[in-house]
C-alpha cells in the first residue's frame, strides 16, 4: 500500500484502503484503514489551520520597546516581528497572516501564527536597583 499524505490533514483523518487487508475463505478483503495522528512539536502548538506561538521578551524589551522578535515557522523560516517604541503588556497577541498550517482542502492557503508575547521578569534586583525602580516609576 501506498500512503499519500497530504500535508494539513488534521489528526483523526482517516485513509481506508477498501478490501486490502487480511482474507478469510468465503469473504472479502478486510479494509485497512489509517488514521493520522499528530507528534506535539517542542514550541508550536496546533489550533486548527493556525499555529501557536510563545516568544519570551525581557522586561527591558518589554518597557522600552523598539525590539525585534523572531517566530521560527515550520518550513524553518525566521520571521521577525518589529515591536514599536510602544511598551508590550505580558500575554500581548500578534498574528502573522499565511505563516499557520498549510489547508489541506485549498492548495496553497495557509493558517496563520498566533504569537503570544511573556515578558520574563528578573529573579532578584539588588537594593540599588530596586531603589532605581522606585525612583522612575514612584
Not at 525581557?58 to 518589529?82: D, F, H, M, R, Y
Not at 515578558?119 to 532578584?124: N, R
Request: hydrophobic content about 35%; proline content about 8%.
Amino acid at each position: 500500500l501506498r500512503l499519500n499524505i497530504i500535508p494539513g490533514w488534521i489528526a483523526g483523518t482517516k485513509l481506508t484502503f477498501p478490501e486490502e487487508g487480511d482474507v478469510y475463505p468465503g469473504r472479502k478483503g478486510q479494509d485497512v484503514v489509517f488514521i493520522v495522528a499528530e507528534k506535539p512539536h517542542s514550541f508550536l502548538k496546533r489550533d486548527g489551520n493556525d499555529l501557536l506561538y510563545t516568544a519570551h521578551i525581557t522586561l527591558v524589551e518589554a518597557l522600552c520597546g523598539n525590539c525585534e522578535i523572531v517566530v521560527p515557522s515550520i518550513t524553518q523560516e525566521k520571521v521577525p516581528i518589529a515591536v514599536g517604541d510602544k511598551t508590550i503588556k505580558p500575554g500581548a497577541k500578534r498574528k502573522i497572516k499565511g505563516y499557520g498550517m498549510p489547508i489541506s482542502k485549498q492548495p496553497g492557503q495557509y493558517g496563520d501564527m498566533l504569537v503570544t508575547i511573556e515578558v520574563d521578569f528578573p529573579t532578584h534586583l539588588s537594593p540599588a536597583q530596586k531603589q532605581e525602580v522606585r525612583r522612575i516609576f514612584g
